[in-house]
């Protein structure tokens, strides 16, 4: 009994210890911590904590590497344009000197940049400045309002360029980087999926109506400066030119729209093969099929493209094609809309041969149609190098003469007729290089710049065929 007792107090004694121990922790200050840096805690305790987190990327989704070679072909451009005269009724006022931005894409490595036709568009200088910042002054080679589409040029060698890809293999849902500089925020790279494609949005207007849309429509976030930026795949190709935005704002709100590289191609090699797009056309009137127009038509078929007109001497009229029949395929490749149709004509030049699939009383037939041009022939279009301006004729001067002048660009005035140059005594051979301090090198330029001198007094500086220098001051 008195070993049993003991032995209870000892229990007790012990129990009482602990509690006073607890108790006196419970109440005693916080100890102040054992380190002087979060960074170095953090990393003490990373070390020894597995993560919770993976950091592996799946591999269609790493842009990491696309995007750091993307942005060296892509460009920040700079459209200047100077003051004019601005008449509105029996008011007139002066406009500034203004500026534009917008991106561009290098496709060859001697300095070929392909952008937006509206980014550069009566631009009385264009200034391209690269992602390792060097500037440079361009050359617009050529413009295509039709597809919104311009190529210029810069003289550098060795850059890097965007390789092409093939807008054809572009399927809806596949990711796609968008690559320009919004808000002039230079270098700038967004990703999103192919939305949809042969997207027909009504933004380009033409006056003989040849104005081409079908667009890559995607989500990547795209704001005004992204203009005439580049649209690549994941395996960093170039698939299109991005245009535009579908926005009430003026920013991105959800969509925005790239020609597509296919068209891109034919278009740039066009301008820098021909200085003008070579056009070929089916020749014909059509509009979307529907389902209201198929039952109205008593046609087996909602998808195609419904002819609704065939021009008189057409290549569509020489193959055959004849008012309602539904076109299904140009090539191989199915169509549903008429911007497809648009865009897998607009791809060819005039006197090439396309082969066309049509329905026709239920039954399939298959034509080859060539192509014409606007003035109904297979023949190349050529640049207009001779224009008459206030009752005088220009001709634009050859590279030959350009190179034995010295001269960068010019405007020949070959015919003097009645009116301003006239009575300004301008002589026959002169070669207007400059109208005050604006530099012209072609007759869209010498057109453009003369609009807007209307009341005012003008300077020409320029050289004849001799080689003599001389000017001319005139009110205009």
Known sequence: MNRNFIFAI???????????????????????????????????IVQTVASKYSETVPVNLDFTAIASKAVNSVVYIQSKYDSRTITQGFYRYQQGPAMASGSGVIVSDDGYIV????????????????????????????????????????????????????SDEVVVGQWVLAVGNPFNLTSTVTAGIVSAKARNIGILRDENNLQIESFIQTDAAVNPGNSGGALINTSGQLVGINTAIASSTGSYTGYSFAVPVNLVKKVIDDLLEFGVVQRGLLGIQIRDLSAD???????????????????????AEEA???????????????????????????????????????LRDGKEKTVTATLHNFSGTTSVVKKVTEATIEGSVFEEISQQEKK?????????????????????????????????????????????????????????????????????????
Do not use: C
Request: aromatic share 6%.
């Open 10 to 44: 000892f229990a007790a004694a012990i129990l009482g210890g602990a509690i006073a121990i607890g108790g006196y922790k419970t109440l005693e200050p916080e100890a102040t911590p054992a380190y002087n840096s979060i960074q170095e805690r953090q990393q003490q």
């Open 115 to 166: 952008t937006n036709n509206h980014v550069v568009e009566d631009a009385a200088e264009v200034k391209v400045t690269l992602e390792d910042n060097r500037s440079y002054t361009a050359k617009v080679i050529g413009t295509d309002p039709t597809t919104d589409l311009a190529l210029i040029k810069i003289e550098e060698e060795n850059l890097e360029f965007l390789p092409y890809g093939n």
């Open 293 to 315: 127009l198929s039952k109205e038509e008593n046609l087996d078929i909602v998808e195609g493209v419904y002819v609704v007109e065939v021009n008189e001497g057409s290549g």
């Open 320 to 358: 055959g094609i004849k008012p309602h029949d539904v076109i299904i395929k140009v090539d191989g490749h199915q169509v549903r809309t008429s911007s497809q149709l648009q865009e897998l004509v607009a791809i060819h030049r005039p006197g090439d041969k396309v082969e066309v699939v049509l």
């Open 404 to 476: 034995r002048l010295n001269i960068d660009g010019g405007v020949k005035l070959i015919e003097v007729g009645e009116g301003k140059w006239a009575a300004a005594g301008i002589d026959k051979g002169f070669i207007i290089t400059h109208v005050d301090k604006i530099k012209i090198n072609s007759l869209n330029d010498l057109k453009r710049v003369m609009a807007h001198k209307k009341g005012e007094r003008v300077i020409f500086l320029g050289v004849f065929p001799d080689g003599t220098k001389s000017y001319y001051s005139v009110d205009w």
